[in-house]
């Protein structure tokens, strides 16, 4: 089975400085890896994947996140954060031996950005 | 595509009664999810589906709760009798294979 751990539950950091969300994953079998951020009273929107090829994955807004099979690590970052992206961000997983279909969420990290 | 369709976005309903939450995942997709999102317990996965065979209903709290989906374009999840405690946001999710999953808005059910 698979399972996701954030590492922070909140994030509070000043407009246009950087910001790192943590996620650690675990699983038996090689994993596909994703970034969701969900904005007040709407649905989960995909900001980025890994599926395979380069570990460094970029995303929509400006983010980023780097795949480290070694640390079982898929940390997300943006060098310069705005108001707009004030939101909830959840790392999730899936197996690839399956062909990717249970798909398991972390417990979501609340970023607060400030002016 | 319109995106995977769910509905009502808001239910408001009474101890005891029957509550139908409804999902329409997006046409090509081998994968439908339900979750359940609260603010104690995040997003919990419910059960799922792969060409409308549910694969994992281990998420599903208990037996007043049951899904189905009797074709590719429809599925459905319902709660009998319903209780307070669960009130949540629910999504239905659908994905390709090996592809992300598309989201609904989610449907806000309270039990009052």
């Known amino acids: 089975a698979q399972s996701v751990t954030q590492l922070d539950s909140q994030v509070p950091v000043f407009e246009e400085a950087p910001v790192e969300l943590r996620c650690n994953y675990s699983s038996s079998v090689s994993v596909y890896l994703f970034w969701y951020v969900q904005y007040p009273n709407q649905g989960l929107q995909l900001l980025l994947k890994y599926l395979s090829g380069s570990t460094l994955v970029k995303g929509i807004n400006g983010f980023e996140a780097e795949f480290n099979k070694s640390q079982t690590s898929f940390h997300l970052r943006k060098p310069s954060v705005h108001i707009s992206d004030t939101a909830e961000y959840f790392c999730?997983?899936?197996?690839?031996?399956?062909?990717?279909?249970?798909?398991?969420f972390g417990q979501g990290t609340e970023l607060s950005v400030k002016p | 595509d319109a995106g995977v369709i769910q509905s009502p976005r808001h239910e408001v309903t009474e101890m005891g009664q029957e509550v139908t939450l409804r999902c329409k995942p997006i046409s090509g997709h081998d994968y439908l999810f339900w979750y359940r999102q609260t603010m104690m317990r995040g997003l919990e996965l419910l059960i799922y589906?792969?060409?409308?065979?549910?694969?994992?209903d281990s998420g599903m709290p208990e037996d007043r709760f049951s899904a189905k989906m009797p074709n590719a374009s429809f599925s459905t999840l319902k709660i009998q009798p319903s209780e307070p405690r669960d009130s949540a946001v629910y999504f239905c999710?659908?994905?390709?294979?090996?592809?992300?999953?598309?989201f609904g808005q989610g449907t806000r059910l309270t039990v009052v």
């Open positions: 589906f792969n060409n409308n065979v549910p694969i994992d």
């Open positions: 999730a997983v899936s197996q690839r031996n399956n062909q990717g279909g249970k798909l398991i």
């Open positions: 999710a659908s994905r390709g294979i090996s592809t992300e999953a598309f």
